[in-house]
């Protein structure tokens, strides 16, 4: 089974440019998950989807990050413009249908390590 | 093998000895943890969960505790091997209706040959 797949695994901009992410998750999970992880720190929540609907965005900067699922399956993060302390790694997860209240495992693609500078 | 705490980041084993990797978690309205693996230049690994109506749970070499008394969790990792060296992260989850895990802050096992 393929795993979740993201590009690309590196990405060096300035500040105050842009920056896309991609992610496809595992065929047939429904919920797919933006993490940010900066560097020594566990991942955070950005954003989950379900389908292509948004569950949580409570995290996610909206002023500068957007995140898009359109068609349920591939998902693009967006920084516009990026500041210096969004230097970390994007993690993109995916899950089967998670039930009312509870957790499916969640399997992790390598992320996206970006440099802002 | 030795004990810490997750404000100790890293613990060093010598290959073969047990492990054991402690987590403090803050919120007593969570119902459910796991255990992740991350390596180098990956994303993190499930290895293995427990509900908080259980206070133990084994896997394969792997074993987590839970004290919800005093809010504890840890992994116990036997005979370690150098292919367990990574960051190992603990993950809550609240009760009700959300349904995200909050990871802990990690701590880097370092298994010497």
């Known amino acids: 089974e393929a795993g979740v797949a993201q590009s690309p695994r590196y990405k060096i901009i300035e500040k105050r440019q842009s920056v896309a992410f991609w992610c496809n998750p595992i065929s047939g999970h429904a919920t797919l998950y933006w993490y940010q992880q900066i560097l020594g720190q566990g991942p955070k929540l950005l954003i989950q989807f379900q389908n292509n609907g948004v569950v949580d965005d409570s995290q996610l900067p909206k002023d500068r990050f957007s995140a898009e699922r359109l068609k349920g399956v591939d998902s693009t993060l967006k920084i516009q413009p990026a500041k210096l302390e969004d230097s970390a790694v994007y993690l993109c997860?995916?899950?089967?249908?998670?039930?009312?209240?509870?957790?499916?495992?969640?399997?992790f693609g390598p992320g996206t390590r970006l440099t802002v500078t | 093998g030795e004990s810490v705490g997750l404000h100790l980041p890293t613990l060093s084993v010598q290959e073969g000895d047990n492990s054991i990797i402690n987590c403090a978690y803050s919120?007593?309205?969570?119902?459910?943890f796991i255990w992740y693996k991350q390596e180098s230049g990956k994303g993190p690994q499930f290895i293995i969960d427990?509900?908080?109506?259980?206070d133990k749970r084994q896997g394969q070499r792997v074993t987590v505790l839970l004290n919800k008394t005093v809010k504890h969790l840890s992994l116990q990792i036997a005979a370690t091997q150098p292919g367990d060296s990574a960051v190992y992260f603990c993950a809550e989850k609240a009760s009700g209706g959300s349904y995200i895990p909050t990871f802990g802050r990690g701590t880097s096992l370092i298994v010497h040959p």
């Open positions: 919120n007593s309205a969570s119902d459910y």
């Open positions: 997860a995916s899950s089967l249908l998670s039930p009312a209240g509870g957790l499916r495992e969640q399997y």
């Open positions: 427990i509900r908080s109506n259980m």
